[in-house]
């Protein structure tokens, strides 16, 4: 499951980030790293983006970026 398929208020691991390049630095520079919790928290009122939390702090991301981070749900 990647992340921008689970639904709010749901928690796991992320398992994999498959972004290379700038995204992927990106994603590493925000603190998402294989082995680390998530939660889900919301969609924004048009879907995009969506609020999740890592490791205890909150992040907002598109979706079109989530489907970049492997996620094992909870």
Known sequence: MTLDQMKPKTRGV???VSAT???GQRLRDLG???GLPVRMIR???LKD???V???GTYL???H???RFVEVDPQ
Do not use: C, F, K, Q
């Open 14 to 16: 992320v398992r994999r």
């Open 43 to 45: 969609n924004a009122p």
């Open 53 to 55: 939390e890592v490791d």
């Open 60 to 62: 907002s991301i598109r």
């Open 32 to 34: 998402v790293y294989p």
């Open 64 to 66: 079109e970026e989530a």
């Open 49 to 51: 983006p969506m609020e």
């Open 21 to 23: 390049g700038a995204l």
